[in-house]
Every structure is written in C-alpha cells, then in structure tokens.
C-alpha cells in the first residue's frame, strides 16, 4: 500500500490506528474497497481465487470510525484464520483471530472509553456478527448520530429510524421503511408522509 493509501484511510479510521492498520494490510497481497452502503453487512472478506489474485476486503463506506476500525478487523481477522488454518466462517480460529487484533488495537487506546469497555465485553463471547452484540451496537450507534451531526444536510435514508428532522419547514420524525419508501410523521399535525429515501434534510438535536 501507498502513502496515498494511508491518506484515504484517515477519513475512515481513528487517527492513531493508522500506523497499525496499514501495517497489517501490508503483510499480504490485499485489496482493500471502501464500498457503497449495504444493508446487511458492514463488511466482507474474498480469499483469492488464483495464486496472483489478493485477498479481498470490502467495508461500507458510510461507518463511523470506530464502526469501520472495528469492521475492517473482523474482516482481517478473516484473511488471517485463512492464511494461517485455512479456516473460513466464524469458527474458533477466526476468533482467537479477531479477539488478539481487538485486544492490540484497545492498548493502543484508539478507542473512547464506552466502546472499550463494549469491545472488552464483546471479545469474551465474539459473535459471527457485531449486530448480535447489543450493547456493543447501542454504543457504535451513539457515533453514528455523533458522526451525523458534522453534516449541515444528510439523506432521509442516512438518519437513525426516529430521528427528528427538518425537511423545508416541517418538522418530521422518520418512522418505518415501507417498500422504497420512509413512512415520516410531521409533527405539529402528526400527518403521514411517504418520503423518498435520498431527499434531503437537517437533522435536529433536540426533539421539542
């Protein structure tokens, strides 16, 4: 990997990661792609499919930076238990894997205090997914709306369901996806909107 590389992980990843993750990509032939949203997954891992093919790692590209650090480790982890067991899935290997790489990067004190105590508790029973952890998601949650919050105008689809938004002068609590759309409530008439998932907003801070 580049300089140019370490400079694009900046705007993904904490700060004092940095020298630590680029090191760890280094050791292999990686391919590293900042993706677009997915629903379902933060983040995957492909193990070559020819002797001169990388291994690749896909991360979504809307996380917040402890969500993407703590994403961009799973998915080593993964390369790892292949390289070293041949060992693909969420099996023991993998663990150990992913619970050594949480355990460095928590002494490097990447992490604020409440997700360090959540990884802490989360690398005594890793989960195949960190959605499966609660109190782990509840915690990389509260960044997200952090994160949101530097952002003057955001996407309805981008914001947490129950989020309080401005769109024009209505004030709007975002409620369910229903097919393609967001079902919004105004809430001065607690009228019923549906609302296209990429119209623009303002997030508010304050629900009164």
């Known amino acids: 990997m580049t300089s140019t590389d370490k400079d694009i992980l900046r705007s993904y990843i904490p700060e004092k990661s940095i020298d630590a993750v680029f090191d760890l990509l280094d050791l292999f032939p990686i391919k590293l792609k900042i993706v677009k949203p997915r629903k379902r997954i933060h983040g995957s891992y492909r193990k070559p499919k020819t002797k001169t093919d990388s291994h690749l790692i896909t991360v979504n590209s809307n996380l917040n930076l402890y969500t993407f650090l703590i994403t961009l480790l799973h998915e080593i982890a993964h390369l790892q238990a292949y390289i070293n067991y041949k060992s693909l899935g969420h099996g023991d290997d993998w663990k150990n894997c992913f619970a050594a790489l949480l355990k460095q990067f928590i002494a490097l004190n990447v992490f604020p205090d409440d997700v360090k105590s959540a990884l802490k508790k989360h690398i005594q029973n890793i989960k195949s997914s960190d959605f499966l952890d609660i109190y782990l998601t509840k915690t990389l949650q509260e960044y ?64 009164q």
């Open 144 to 207: 997200d709306k952090k994160s949101l919050l530097f952002r003057e105008t955001l996407t309805l689809e981008e914001l947490p369901e129950k989020s309080i938004f401005l769109f024009g002068n209505k004030k709007m609590e975002k409620q369910t996806l229903i097919r393609k759309y967001y079902l919004c409530k105004e809430l001065k008439t607690n009228k019923l909107y549906r609302c296209h998932p990429l119209m623009s907003v303002s997030l508010l801070v304050n629900k």
